[in-house]
């Protein structure tokens, strides 16, 4: 197996129903469900918004920063089995804060199990705190600054939720607060969003890397951009195909968009949800027969080079 980095996690959207139903149990909280086999029946999604409004209720069983531990362990474990060696995971810290979760609770359940993720699991790891766009600018703001203040470890600031009607440019000046901290920066753009959105993250935002980013195929001169500058790509196909993004993986555009020249990387995205972990995703684009060899080999190593790892790691995994 190949060592792969995964950028594109949301470890929200890795609490599989056994263990939402587990954390429920332990924490005494109702769930709206009679059975395993009744939340699962949920899982059939018509865009983002419908997947987004399941994860999002679903998280309320998370009450303690031993529920965060649980969550983040859970998915190293499963992640270094899928031969992910680096994972740079997105944390909605609003999603819980607003809930009343302290969020000093939050932020020490997840950094604890990565802090220590290369000596327990053999994969280095990093955070990114991702805000909720559809709660707007100011909220991801007040965002920031709690986390900022409360000196806990994190690499970087991210943009997710329900994208139409929410642009990147609303939140120039929280990505320009955390350029001025040393994060990186990533952004959620052209998923369900326009190529608009795409150019917006990259010259508003100044982002380092595009999450999804597969609607960038509509527009010409946007490819020519992203080629030239080799702006990584973190594409999520099965993902993809269970937000109806795209109609199924056999007309997945990734080999499309590695045959123009895109520096594209395998992503998971929510796997609890979407059917499967990073080594999932492989398997369904190979069983497209959509990847040879030395594409699989061109996909590992852009992941690890998309990466924030530092170089040192890098070179070791390369
Ligand atoms: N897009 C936007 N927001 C999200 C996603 C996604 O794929 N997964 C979890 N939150
Ligand atoms: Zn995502």
Redesign the pocket.
């Known amino acids: 197996m190949l060592p792969i980095a995964e950028l594109h996690l ?1 470890l ?2 890795t609490l599989e129903p056994e263990t939402i139903f587990a954390i429920a149990e332990r924490n005494g909280v109702e769930l709206p469900y009679a059975d395993l086999e009744d939340l699962r029946a949920r899982y059939a999604f018509s865009d ?1 918004q419908s ?2 409004d399941l ?1 999002y209720a679903n998280v309320a069983v998370l009450r303690t920063s031993e529920d965060f531990a649980d969550m983040t362990t859970a998915y190293l474990d499963r992640a270094a089995a899928a031969g992910v060696r680096h994972a740079e995971v ?1 944390l ?1 810290p609003q999603a819980h804060v607003e809930r009343g979760v302290p969020l000093r609770d939050v932020m020490a359940g997840v950094t604890g199990p990565l802090s220590e993720s290369l000596r327990t699991h053999g994969v280095s790891s990093g955070l990114i705190v991702a805000f909720l766009r559809d709660e707007g600018e100011e909220s991801a703001m007040a965002t920031l600054e709690a986390v900022l203040a409360l000196d806990a470890p994190f690499i970087g600031v991210g943009l ?4 139409v009607g929410h642009p990147p440019s609303n939140f120039a000046r929280v990505f320009e607060r955390a350029r001025a901290e040393g994060l990186h920066c990533v952004a ?1 753009a052209g ?1 369900e969003g326009p190529p608009s959105y795409i150019w917006e993250a990259l010259d508003v935002l100044r982002v380092q890397r595009i ?2 980013g597969i609607r960038c195929l509509e527009d010409d001169q946007l490819v020519q951009r992203l080629v030239q500058d080799q702006v990584p790509l973190t594409v ?1 196909p099965l ?1 993809n195909v269970s ?1 109806k993004v795209v109609n199924s993986i056999a007309s997945h555009p990734l080999p499309m968009m590695l045959e123009r020249g895109l520096k594209v990387t395998v992503n998971s ?2 796997p609890a949800y979407f059917g499967g972990y990073v080594d999932d995703n492989f398997d369904a684009l190979m069983g497209a027969g959509h990847l040879c060899a030395a594409d699989v080999a061109t996909l590992a190593r852009n992941s690890i080079d998309a990466s924030f790892a530092d170089p040192s790691r890098k070179r070791q995994l390369m």
Do not use: I
């Open positions: 949301h929200e959207g983002l997947f987004l994860c997105f909605n997710d939720s329900a994208e959620h998923e999450d999804h999520c993902s937000l995205d929510d």
